[in-house]
């Protein structure tokens, strides 16, 4: 974890740009809890104004627009440089030396005391553009503007981080692949956490000229060793058939096709795997108090980031947002599969949870029990749990309590109930109740949420969607009616289960 400040150290000012990117998102909130008074430089402010606390600053701006800079680094003691173009339409490498040679400039003139900039680890041989571009932005910068700082990363490993959703996206959806020689390209991956800490101890490194760390996990591993690590956490077994075919540009094509919501960027990082892209300075280990993470450790932490990342999202706005449910199939949220269903009540919040918190066990489901029961007979001949736990009382849920084959997650009385399935299925579903008071009466939103693995996973959940479709309506319908019947939660009962 970077280090909390030091109550005699000066107050500095500190700009982050790129505040928007995946590596900026993080860092900023980091600078926050360290102390930092921080400045962010964003072309639309109104995208970061509720993501970070209202302490920090946001100015417009855009480091192709020279005058932008003026304002912007006024003030400012060290300036985070994240910003890359390679997601532009444009000639992505001008607009990067651009930009960099006017952040350069009007950070020297504006007497910033050190740039730290982000990097990529570059090999032997000629050069992807985008790896080309990463060189070239740190060299214009330390040239032209005060000290520079460049840490060259290569794979950053974090839920969310193009690099992560890339090797899970062909995962995932790939049980067999045709590897090309790149695959077998070593590379040295990071966890986000290890770069956000090397950032942040950069404030505080003694630096009178510029200098470049090159920073990477303890284990250099190939793109596919990759692979088949992400397989095995996750529980799939993929098979690579090596060829020495496929170049990188014929790759980048393909992947398009396989993974069209990275198409463009991800066409641009795929033609740099060629590089090996591997620490072959190690000082940064002697210069700062980081020990990264092992890729197997890297990867445990970006699905754990993950889970918890989906237990505080309220899918019930994701879908809405959106622009409305589909008529068939559910909703794509990232790589997951969102299902939602909702009533409206003319009873309070409480009154209608009542039925949600006993809902399982001897209860029963509202709705085509025997349904249920034929799943959890077909589950234990598969081997998983079945129906036979039930639940351990027979009007109070508790975090972690079993219910029949899910396990309770979360619960809020009065307000939500979250269930995980420890059925077998392949892939990880969640079950989630939300209760939300109106001005008059309730709404209740059910929300089924199914994280497919691979082909079968998808499979999986449109052969049977129409099915529980029909069991998930007629479930919401059941708990309406249960509504009256029900009495609403006693709070004394909950303290006799201590």
Not at 226 to 235: D, F, I, P, T
Not at 276 to 292: E, G, I, N, S, Y
Not at 459 to 483: A, D, N, Q, S, T
Request: glycine share 10%.
């Amino acid at each position: 974890m970077p280090p909390t400040r030091s109550p005699d150290r000066r107050p500095r000012r500190v700009l982050v740009t790129g505040a928007s990117g995946y590596v900026g998102g993080r860092l900023v909130p980091a600078l926050e809890a360290r102390g930092e008074p921080v400045r962010c430089l964003a072309r639309n402010p109104r995208y970061l104004a509720n993501r970070f606390s209202g302490r920090t600053e946001i100015l417009a701006g855009d480091v192709l627009d020279p005058d932008s800079l003026v304002e912007a680094l006024q003030g400012v003691d060290t300036a985070y440089y994240l910003v890359h173009s390679m997601g532009s339409k444009a000639d992505f490498e001008e607009q990067d030396r651009l930009g960099a040679g006017n952040f350069a400039r009007a950070a020297r003139v504006r007497s910033v005391r050190r740039v730290i900039y982000l990097g990529g680890l570059i090999g032997d041989g000629e050069l992807s553009p985008h790896l080309a571009s990463r060189r070239d932005v740190g060299r214009i910068l330390a040239a032209e503007g005060p000290p520079t700082l460049e840490f060259r990363a290569s794979i950053i490993i974090g839920s969310g981080s193009l690099s992560f959703e890339l090797l899970r996206s062909l995962v995932n959806k790939l049980p067999c692949m045709v590897t090309p020689r790149w695959v077998r390209t070593p590379a040295q991956p990071i966890a986000i956490d290890d770069v956000i800490a090397y950032l942040i101890h950069g404030l505080d490194l003694d630096l009178e000229r510029s200098a470049v760390f090159e920073i990477g996990g303890p284990r250099r591993v190939t793109y596919g060793e990759l692979m088949h690590e992400y397989a095995r956490q996750v529980g799939v077994r993929r098979v690579m058939v090596p060829v020495p075919l496929l170049s990188p540009r014929l790759s980048s094509l393909w992947l398009g096709l396989v993974t069209p919501v990275y198409a463009r960027v991800g066409r641009k990082l795929v033609t740099s795997l060629r590089n090996q892209t591997v620490v072959r300075d190690a000082a940064a280990l002697d210069r700062f108090p980081v020990r990264p993470l092992d890729v197997r450790e890297a990867i445990e932490r970006a699905l754990s980031e993950e889970d918890g990342a989906m237990a505080r999202t309220r899918w019930s706005d994701a879908v809405s947002s959106g622009g409305g449910q589909p008529l068939w199939g559910g909703k794509r949220v990232g790589s997951r599969i969102v299902d939602r269903q909702q009533a409206m009540v003319e009873v309070g919040a409480e009154r209608a949870f009542a039925p949600i918190e006993r809902i399982g066990g001897t209860n029963g489901w509202y709705y085509a029990n025997w349904l249920w029961v034929l799943r959890g007979s077909a589950d234990l001949l598969l081997g998983g749990v079945g129906m036979r736990r039930g639940r351990p009382h027979p009007t109070e849920l508790r975090h972690g309590d079993p219910l029949d084959f899910w396990r309770v997650e979360a619960v809020q009385p009065g307000r939500l109930l979250r269930l995980r399935a420890e059925m077998k299925v392949p892939g990880r579903a969640w079950l989630q109740f939300e209760v939300e008071p109106l001005k008059v009466g309730s709404r209740i939103t059910q929300t089924a949420i199914f994280d497919p693995l691979g082909l079968g996973g998808l499979l999986y959940w449109y052969l049977l969607y129409p099915i529980h479709r029909l069991i998930f309506r007629g479930m919401l319908h059941g708990i309406v009616r249960r509504i009256d019947s029900a009495p609403a939660r006693d709070p004394e009962p909950r303290a006799k289960r201590e």
